[in-house]
């Protein structure tokens, strides 16, 4: 028998099992946060205030709150969820931006206690954005 | 062009592009979101390249060792991987301060942030495996198999952004297409990749030259010629007695 | 390459494991004192003990079992390895038999941790087949690594922290696999995007060991 005999059919299935991960629609569960959408759909699994992690785009005009609490709604462009924050918003949180929330559903609400700021890839001044970038 | 006059040449080189990139940086224009904060950018990006461009450099280094045997090869992949380590806690350091006031955090689970840490923890690890080993040829060995198994985590880091979902965004400049950035930034922050670049090569000429320094004083050490600590001390006579 | 000697070398490995009992006697105990001390740090929360219990568990397999890959064994030992070469065993064949012989004790560090975990944390006792599925590929890939690791560092005098400072991070898919395995089948999720990710990391890591024998022997003091 020659390493060789052994190398080559290891590299054949470590390529299938990367092949499988990537496309395969399995990474589904390696995701760090769901999307609106996604959330809604899972409700179920997500019962019992079980914590997951919630990102969407904060939906322009939906910003209220005190102090330490915040209502809002984040938005992918198909589902809207309803968000009550407790506590202070990091320094970047406005309209329209991306967060990442963590929290549990209450009821209908997502009931968050930490906000993460997702920023986009993208970097422009304020005024000079090319013309098919939205803000 | 004698060997210091090149290295004094590459070290002012690198200087004075690192005061440009920074200066650069400062003139540059500020983010529409996240303002001032997006500048600590032009230190971050430039050093997460060069940990990449580093540990890349330590396992051509190292194949050519295994295939050679020169000692310059293993010269080059430890000089290497110090730089390296050292602008992977940079980077570390960096997206750490920028983190808290753009994500929230300093540090998050994040499949990013994890692959870094633990890329760094290997390179450490790296280090301290040559630390143990006295015997030259060993060390070189050990070491050079170690630079190729741990360089399997580099693509896994700077794909893991694109292939999972994470809360670090996708790459800016290093992606199929345009770069997604005003042009006056990407300037500056191409200019600081370059600066970075330099500042690495001047880094690892001088520490292959620290390496050389080494590998002289164990040869010195190892060979025979040298005089060792008991011939200082004169034998006592009643050896010569006993006629030994 | 002869495999037929894998398994007469796998079975010294054992018997000399077992007549010196380096694993059972210290790795064990000592691992079952760290689940011990994290359960009591964290204090007497029974709901959080049961959500971190796995977690635990896989810290502490991974972090004590490196030192069963360090362990005196048969043919890592300088002077058996040396007679071994010259009787012809072929150093992948001596790697193989090692990796093997690692994986088997590690399982055994595992069946006996699990219960103690269990009694400690009392963690929720779903989706077992998939869990032990990620067992076995836990103690593959951290016996294959850790085999590979201790022979990077062989007669060096920092070898006891540096396996670990190896092998630590490049495990870690494994850690994270069992850890998500067992909290997906808490909530009915699919296992098997975790346990690809381990097979994956084992493959990776038994093709690096296997590629490594050869160089690493060639030569060695």
Do not use: C
């Not at chain 3, 006891?160 to 850690?175: D, G, N, Y």
């Not at chain 3, 395995?181 to 009915?188: D, L, N, P, R, W």
Request: no cysteine; aromatic share 8%.
């Amino acid at each position: 028998m020659r390493l060789r005999s052994l190398v080559i059919p290891g590299v054949g299935i470590a390529a299938v099992l990367a092949g499988t991960l990537s496309f395969g629609g399995l990474n589904g569960s390696l995701v760090y946060y769901l999307t609106p959408t996604e959330a809604v759909a899972q409700q179920a699994d997500f019962a019992d205030e079980r914590r997951f992690r919630l990102a969407g785009v904060v939906t322009p005009g939906s910003v209220t709150g005190s102090a330490d609490t915040v209502r809002f709604s984040v938005t992918d462009e198909a589902t809207t969820v309803d968000v009550l924050h407790t506590g202070a918003p990091p320094q970047l949180f406005q309209e329209g931006i991306e967060v990442v929330l963590e929290g549990s559903w209450r009821g209908s609400t997502f009931a968050s206690d930490t906000m993460l700021i997702k920023h986009d890839e993208e970097y422009y001044p304020p005024e000079d954005l090319p013309a098919e970038e939205p803000a | 062009m004698t060997t210091s006059k090149r290295h004094l040449v590459i070290d002012v080189a690198a200087v004075s592009l690192v005061l440009a990139g920074f200066a650069g940086a400062l003139l540059a224009p500020t983010d529409r979101l996240q303002g001032d904060l997006q500048r600590l950018m032009y230190v971050h990006v430039p050093s997460a390249w060069l940990a990449y461009l580093s540990f890349a450099v330590t396992l051509v280094a190292s194949v050519a060792w295994l295939r050679t045997r020169r000692d310059r090869w293993d010269e080059l992949a430890v000089s290497s991987v110090e730089v390296g380590v050292f602008f992977t806690a940079l980077t570390l350091t960096t997206g750490s301060l920028w983190g808290k006031p753009v994500w929230g955090v300093w540090w998050t689970w994040d499949p990013r942030l994890v692959t870094t840490a633990l890329l760094f923890l290997v390179y450490l690890g790296y280090l301290g495996l040559r630390r143990g080993i006295v015997d030259p040829d060993v060390r070189a060995r050990r070491s050079a198999i170690l630079g190729i198994i741990a360089f399997v985590q580099i693509p896994i880091v700077h794909m893991s952004v694109v292939w999972w979902r994470t809360l670090h965004q996708p790459p800016t400049v290093l992606k199929p297409g345009q770069p997604s950035m005003d042009p006056g930034m990407l300037g500056v922050l191409l200019l600081n990749v370059v600066a970075f670049t330099v500042t690495y090569a001047a880094l690892v000429r001088r520490r292959v030259e620290i390496a050389r320094a080494e590998a002289a004083v164990e040869d010195a050490l190892l060979s025979d010629d040298s005089p060792l600590a008991g011939d200082a001390v004169t034998a006592p006579t009643h050896v010569e007695v006993l006629d030994v | 390459m002869n495999a037929s000697l894998v398994r007469p070398l796998v079975r010294a490995e054992l018997r000399a494991e077992f007549r010196a009992g380096e694993v059972v006697m210290t790795t064990i105990p000592f691992a079952a004192s760290g689940l011990l001390v994290a359960a009591i740090a964290i204090g007497a929360d029974t709901p959080l003990l049961r959500r971190v219990g796995p977690g635990m568990l896989w810290t502490i397999v991974l972090l004590f079992g490196s030192f069963v890959t360090l362990r005196r064994t048969v043919s890592g030992e300088p002077t058996r390895q040396e007679v071994l070469t010259l009787l012809g065993v072929d150093p992948v064949i001596q790697w193989v038999a090692r990796a093997a012989s690692s994986t088997v004790l590690l399982l055994g560090v595992i069946a006996v941790l699990v219960p103690v975990t269990v009694v400690i944390y009392d963690p929720p006792l779903t989706g077992l087949a998939a869990q032990a599925v990620a067992a076995v590929l836990v103690a593959v890939g951290l016996g294959a690594l850790g085999t590979l690791a201790a022979d990077l560092t062989a007669s060096t005098r920092s070898r006891t922290s540096l396996v670990p400072l190896i092998v630590t991070p490049l495990t870690l898919p494994l850690v994270l696999a069992a850890v998500q395995v067992q909290e997906g089948a808490v909530y009915a999720a699919s296992p098997w995007p975790w346990l690809l990710l381990a097979a994956l990391t084992d493959v990776t890591i038994v093709l690096a060991g296997l590629l490594a024998a050869r160089p690493l022997q060639e030569g060695a003091v």
